[in-house]
């Protein structure tokens, strides 16, 4: 392996690991990958690291002065060993972004390519409403389980719901409804579903696209193009913090 070839392998993983640590470390790798997995990047620093070391390793070796056999040798060992350009490649593209481009949850732009989910996402072995419900007031993803359960609209009138979630507007939307949103996401943000809850207020002029926000009210049966749906008739709503964590896991 040339040196060239070395230094430059060496640079993207020694890049790529720190980019999964500057992630952990500042609190945004729960922008990209559900919580449960985060253990796997701590072992993809370790990884990568190690790798890098190789590369070092084999460069400082060669300028000892290895020539002639020893040369075919690194050829031979390197097919067997080496990772390949197109590997290195691909890895290189999301190490760039993750080091160059600031991490953002996804938001309401990502809604309209991925359009707004009305039913909960399932995962198997995941925590239910009842138990979640033990801790704090049901969440968006807790409200379309229950929805799931009882597909009736009416039989949620006068419940009262307390959620946090940014603001979205579909194009479908009265000019007084809105969604308060968030993203569900069961591995990364490849798999993000979009969910909501539709409000209706006369603020809703005054509220935008990914403002976070957070809303009391009550249910009421209303309609979403020509579906009925619970709508949150709200007795406030207040501008919010985004969460440490954005996203909800079912």
Same mark, same amino acid.
């Given at each position: ?5 070395? =230094?430059?392998?060496?640079? $993207?993983?020694?890049?790529? %690991?720190? &980019?999964?640590?500057?992630? =952990? ?5 729960? #922008?990209? $990958?559900?919580?449960? #997995?985060?253990?796997?990047? #701590? !072992?993809a620093v370790l990884i990568l690291s190690a790798l890098a070391l190789t590369m070092v390793y084999r460069l400082i070796e ?10 075919? /040798?690194?050829?031979? /060992?390197? /097919? ?5 350009? %197109?590997?290195?490649? =691909?890895?290189?593209?999301? &190490?760039?972004?993750?080091? +160059? ?12 390519? *991925? ?16 138990? *979640?419900a033990a801790t704090g007031p049901k969440n968006i993803l807790d409200w379309l389980n229950e929805f799931t359960k009882n ?12 959620? !946090? %979630? +940014? @603001? ?11 969604? @308060?949103?968030? #993203?569900? =996401? ?27 926000? /957070? ?8 309609? +979403? ?9 709200p007795d406030k709503i207040e501008p919010a913090q985004q969460p440490e964590n954005p996203y909800l896991y079912p």
């Amino acid at each position: 392996m040339n040196r060239p070839e070395t =230094i430059l392998k060496a640079l $993207i993983l020694s890049g790529l %690991g720190l &980019m999964f640590y500057t992630k =952990i470390s500042d609190g945004t790798l729960a #922008f990209y $990958i559900n919580q449960r #997995f985060a253990w796997l990047s #701590f !072992i993809a620093v370790l990884i990568l690291s190690a790798l890098a070391l190789t590369m070092v390793y084999r460069l400082i070796e060669g300028r000892q002065g290895r020539r002639g056999n020893e040369e075919e /040798h690194d050829h031979a /060992h390197d /097919h067997h060993h080496g990772i390949s350009w %197109g590997a290195l490649a =691909i890895m290189a593209i999301p &190490m760039l972004l993750g080091l +160059f481009v600031p991490a953002r949850p996804l938001g309401a732009s990502a809604v309209n390519s *991925r359009g707004i989910g009305l039913s909960a996402p399932q995962r198997a072995g995941s925590v239910t409403t009842a138990q *979640r419900a033990a801790t704090g007031p049901k969440n968006i993803l807790d409200w379309l389980n229950e929805f799931t359960k009882n597909p009736d609209p009416a039989s949620f009138n006068g419940q009262v719901v307390d959620v !946090i %979630g +940014f @603001v979205y507007r579909d194009p479908r939307n009265g000019a007084d409804q809105i969604w @308060v949103s968030r #993203f569900a =996401i069961s591995c990364c943000v490849a798999d993000a579903s979009a969910l909501g809850l539709l409000v209706q207020t006369s603020a809703a002029s005054t509220l935008t696209n990914d403002s976070w926000i /957070h809303v009391t009210g009550k249910f009421k049966a209303g309609q +979403f193009a020509g579906e009925g749906v619970p709508v949150i008739i709200p007795d406030k709503i207040e501008p919010a913090q985004q969460p440490e964590n954005p996203y909800l896991y079912p």
